[in-house]
T-cell receptor, first 114, second 113 residues
Framework: KAGVTQTPRYLIKTRGQQVTLSCSPI?????VSWYQQTPGQGLQFLFEYFSETQRNKGNFPGRFSGRQFSNSRSEMNVSTLELGDSALYLC?????????????FGPGTRLTVL | GDSVTQMEGPVTLSEEAFLTINCTYT??????LFWYVQYPGEGLQLLLKATKADDKGSNKGFEATYRKETTSFHLEKGSVQVSDSAVYFCALVDAGNNRKLIWGLGTSLAVNP
């Protein structure tokens, strides 16, 4: 079974631009979560989608948004980029059939904002 | 709110040394506890888990026991290898908190030959 894939793997943008990141979950998984990982803050939860609906949201400004499609693929968008948005963005999928909420992570998209 | 506290790294060990990475938590309910590992350049992988008090999770020679009385879930390995060099994350999910994973900040481990 193929794992979680994320595209692109690396991105370089400048302040003020916007960016869209993509995540394809494991086949059959309907839940997709997004995280921001930085050296100082660790893993910060962005949001979770299940069956095209946002189920949970972290404490990020409205510049961060996401969506999920009917095939469970998900995208997240960051508008008006700031230097502090430079981070590794991780996507994770789960089946939601397990009460353990085990998540399977993709390799991440490394975003650099100049 | 719920939180996870891990010992700060980096931790540097020689091959075959004993490893302990401390993790303590606060939670209002009865959480499930996890250790994830992130190898260089990769995403996180589930290493082991425990879902109730006194459960012991184990995988690849790593172990952690869910201690409700001390609210801890320390990760241990008897003999580390160079290939264990990675960042280790402790996490919890509280069924009463919309099943959202709460993460520690991670502990970097470097094992020297």
């Amino acid at each position: 079974k193929a794992g979680v894939t994320q595209t692109p793997r690396y991105l370089i943008k400048t302040r003020g631009q916007q960016v869209t990141l993509s995540c394809s979950p494991i086949s059959g998984h309907r839940s997709v979560s997004w995280y921001q990982q930085t050296p100082g803050q660790g893993l910060q939860f962005l949001f979770e989608y299940f069956s095209e609906t946002q189920r949970n949201k972290g404490n990020f400004p409205g510049r961060f948004s996401g969506r999920q499609f009917s095939n469970s693929r998900s995208e997240m968008n960051v508008s008006t980029l700031e230097l502090g948005d430079s981070a590794l963005y991780l996507c994770a999928s789960s089946s939601r059939q397990s009460s353990y909420n085990e998540q399977f992570f993709g390799p991440g998209t490394r975003l650099t904002v100049l | 709110g719920d939180s996870v506290t891990q010992m700060e790294g980096p931790v540097t060990l020689s091959e075959e040394a004993f490893l302990t990475i401390n993790c303590t938590y606060t939670a209002t309910g009865y959480p499930s506890l996890f250790w994830y590992v992130q190898y260089p350049g990769e995403g996180l992988q589930l290493l082991l888990k425990a879902t109730k008090a006194d459960d012991k999770g184990s995988n690849k020679g790593f172990e952690a026991t869910y201690r409700k009385e001390t609210t801890s879930f320390h990760l241990e390995k008897g003999s580390v290898q160079v290939s264990d060099s990675a960042v280790y994350f402790c996490a919890l999910v509280d069924a009463g908190n919309n099943r959202k994973l709460i993460w520690g900040l991670g502990t970097s481990l470097a094992v020297n030959p």
